[in-house]
């Protein structure tokens, strides 16, 4: 099969596609064909295993455990492993499938579920690893209710996207914070207020949320807390620094340290790949509460590129890989 390997951790540089042996199946197993993959930021940090803990996190210390990048897939269950009882050869299925920058991928039948009838594959392909995150920070950690405020930061990127649409669904008055060029894509999907962060500060609005999903920014932890309620409820989903050992989760660590002291929540959590997660935002799609924002699709061979668009920052929502 046709796959994007890497033997050595790097930039896109290091990327080449290559012919290789499918992978192999256990007994609650997939083989999936995909037809479509999507790219996200965690490519990148598995890509060049930056920050250095990703590497003590099972991908390798030295060099790439894994050959094949990718977990965000859709495509066609190509045949099963005998202890898989929910989903059967030929169905089009989407989810957490290692590899995914391949013609064929596996995964475990407990990070898959049934596409979306309303989706092609190529936008299924591109829900998983930014709507499951952006599910679990809303309903598990903000814990959003009807009538809330809720100011999602950085929210013209995939996971920003789905928040915002998943609070709107849940019934919160949401301000997004974005750059210039993506206030228009950001201001359809119905966020009530949009903040151009290159004009204005968040934090000197004089308005305080009940919640705050930071999704890979940087703003001191001082500036959140201003925005927030006293009894609000911040959740950092991600960070970029330059940093090689920390990254960013430096910021994460000091909120978990100081939310003991204050009357603000001040947190941060992993995100879960699990079937039923998979199945709500599969009925959120077909019930027209949530839709995937693609940016671009590029071909298998244009990987590279794919990664060098998101590592920039240019994307607005999702960029898919077609296979």
């Known amino acids: 099969m046709r796959a994007i390997v890497q033997d050595v951790y790097g930039t896109a540089d290091v990327l080449e596609l290559r012919d290789i042996d499918p992978p192999s ?3 609650e197993d997939v083989l999936v064909r995909v037809a479509a993959a999507g790219v996200d930021r965690g490519v ?7 920050p250095y803990p990703i590497r003590l996190a099972g991908y390798g210390l ?18 099963v492993g005998a202890g898989v009882t929910g989903l059967r050869i030929g169905e089009e299925v989407f989810g957490f499938a290692k590899g995914a920058f391949a013609e064929y991928a596996c995964a475990p039948e407990g990070r898959l579920a049934r596409k979306p ?20 920070a809303l309903r598990d950690h903000a814990k959003v209710r009807d009538g809330q405020s809720v100011l999602i930061i950085g929210a013209s990127g995939g996971v ?8 709107l669904g849940f019934g919160a ?8 060029s993506k206030v228009d894509m950001v201001r359809s ?3 009530a207020r949009v903040i151009d962060y290159t004009r204005s500060d968040f934090a000197d609005s004089g308005e305080r949320y009940d919640a705050i999903l930071d999704i890979g920014g940087n703003a001191s932890l001082a500036r959140l807390r201003r925005a927030l309620t006293p009894d609000g409820t911040l959740v950092i989903v991600g960070g970029e620094s330059p940093g090689r050992w920390l990254g960013g989760t430096d910021r994460q660590l000091r909120a978990l340290v100081l939310s003991r002291f204050v009357g603000q929540t001040l947190t ?5 790949q699990n079937h039923e997660d998979l199945v709500v935002l599969k009925e959120l799609v077909e019930a027209g509460t949530v839709a995937p924002v693609v940016d671009r699709t590029y071909p298998l061979a244009e990987v590279p590129d794919a990664i060098r668009y998101v590592e920039q920052g240019r994307a607005r929502g999702k960029v898919a890989i077609a296979v």
């Open 25 to 27: 199946i256990g007994r």
């Open 62 to 79: 030295r060099a790439p455990k894994t050959p094949v990048l990718g977990l965000d897939a859709a495509g066609v269950v190509e045949s």
């Open 173 to 180: 008055r949401v301000t997004a914070v974005c750059s210039t």
């Open 117 to 136: 009838v309303n989706l092609t594959l190529g936008q299924a392909a591109v829900l998983a690893v930014s709507g499951v995150p952006a599910l679990q």
């Open 189 to 191: 999907l119905g966020a």
């Open 268 to 272: 941060t959590f992993v995100s879960r």
């Open 160 to 167: 920003g996207t789905y928040a915002v649409q998943l609070a």
């Open 44 to 50: 990148w940090h598995v890509m060049t295993g930056l």
